[in-house]
């Protein structure tokens, strides 16, 4: 990753965001302390809508209860 000082960002700001495009990630550093990260923005997709699942799934009253066998699989012993 490189890292470039603000000065140095400003001036070659250009040249910096096609590293950028290219999927580079450059931090910007004031005094050799790191305060920013320039990387590649990726749309994101649609957020989720909350109650989106309702009536879709069905979680029953005994869902948490204890299976030996489902148990014994994840130890990796024989039920």
Do not use: C
């Not at 890292?3 to 004031?30: F, P």
């Amino acid at each position: 990753m490189k890292t470039v000082n603000t000065h140095e960002a400003k001036s070659r700001l250009s040249r910096l965001l096609t590293e950028v495009e290219r999927g580079e990630e450059i931090v910007v550093a004031r005094a050799g302390r790191p305060v920013a990260k320039l990387v590649p923005y990726r749309e994101e997709g649609p957020k989720p809508k909350p109650g989106a699942w309702r009536g879709k799934v069905v979680i029953h009253d005994d869902f948490d209860e204890e299976d030996e066998q489902v148990t014994a699989a994840f130890e990796g012993r024989a039920p």
